[in-house]
């Protein structure tokens, strides 16, 4: 089964909280990889940021909000985890009863 992606739209200023909060975040798998992902998009300007669906759990459950920028960029993270994951469920569901028919 392919790696479900998660996109995220944040506003520069919740990139660069984001930025700064995962500096404060304990290591967890991925963080480097979150990390870069997060500095290429605010170097090329972008506001979109994707990730795969496990990494996008492990940032959200490990990210903290230590401002308002950082408590609404993590609302809409979590927000797009749980609509991917949601797609992702259906998805699955939809295979399973076209196999069992």
Excluded: C, Y
């Amino acid at each position: 089964m392919a790696m479900e992606a998660v996109q995220v739209r944040w506003t520069r200023a919740e990139l660069a909280a984001v930025r700064e909060a995962i500096e404060l975040t304990p290591l967890f798998e991925g963080r480097v990889d979150v990390r870069e992902t997060i500095r290429r998009t605010l170097r090329a300007n972008r506001r979109r940021v994707t990730l795969d669906l496990v990494l996008a759990e492990r940032l959200a459950s490990h990210l903290v909000p230590v401002d308002m920028q950082t408590a609404i960029a993590k609302v809409k993270l979590l927000r797009a985890v749980r609509d991917a994951r949601t797609a992702h469920e259906t998805a699955a569901q939809a295979t399973h009863a076209v196999h069992a028919a």
